[in-house]
C-alpha cells in the first residue's frame, strides 16, 4: 500500500528567502520542497507539495487529499487566522494532520497567535524555521503507523 502525503502551504509562502528573512529565515520554498520531497521518499511516502495564495484553490488541494486518502501536512498562513472554510477542509482528513509554522506564532503578535485550524490538526509545530517541515513528515510517519 501507498501512503500518500499533500504538503500544501498557503498564502505569501512563495516569498520564502525574500519575505522578512529575520523572521521566516533564508530557505526559498523551493528548497524546503526539495528537502521534503527526499525524506517522503526515505519514509515511502508519495508526495504532493504545493502552494497557493487562493484560498479556494488551498480548499481544493485538501478536498483531493481527502479523495487520495491522504495524510496532510498544511503551513495555513495567512489562511490560518479565521479561516473557517478551510478549518472545514481540513476536519475532512481521516489521516494524521500536522499544521507547520516557521515562526513560533505564540511569540507574534495577537493577531498572528490563534490558528484556527489547530483544533482540527493532529500535531502542530511552530517555531522550528524550515526544518518544520521535516519533523512535520517524521510526525506523519510516526503518528501513521502508530497503533
Keep these: ?3 500518500k ?18 523572521l ?15 525524506l517522503a521518499e526515505e519514509l515511502k511516502f508519495d508526495c504532493v507539495f504545493r502552494q497557493t495564495n487562493s484560498e479556494s ?3 481544493d488541494w485538501i478536498q483531493e487529499a481527502f479523495l487520495q486518502d491522504a ?6 498562513a495567512g489562511f490560518s487566522f479565521g479561516r473557517i472554510p478551510v478549518l472545514d477542509a481540513v476536519k475532512l482528513i481521516r489521516h494524521p494532520v500536522v499544521e507547520v509554522h516557521i515562526t ?12 484556527t485550524i489547530s483544533v482540527a490538526a493532529t500535531a502542530v509545530i511552530c517555531g522550528a524555521g524550515a526544518n518544520g517541515y521535516l519533523l512535520a513528515i517524521r510526525a506523519v510517519d510516526d503518528l501513521w503507523t502508530a497503533p
Excluded at 5 to 22: D, T, V
Excluded at 104 to 115: L, P, W
Aim: glycine content about 6%; proline content about 4%; overall charge positive.
Design 1 to 3: 500500500m501507498t501512503r
Design 104 to 115: 513560533n506564532i505564540h511569540r507574534r503578535s495577537e493577531e498572528y497567535r490563534h490558528s
Design 57 to 59: 484553490q488551498l480548499i
Design 24 to 38: 521566516y529565515g533564508h530557505a526559498t520554498l523551493k528548497d524546503i520542497e526539495k528537502n521534503c520531497l527526499a
Design 71 to 76: 495524510a496532510l501536512i498544511i503551513n495555513p
Design 5 to 22: 502525503l499533500y504538503i500544501l502551504n498557503g498564502s505569501n509562502l512563495n516569498m520564502l528567502g525574500a519575505r522578512e528573512p529575520h
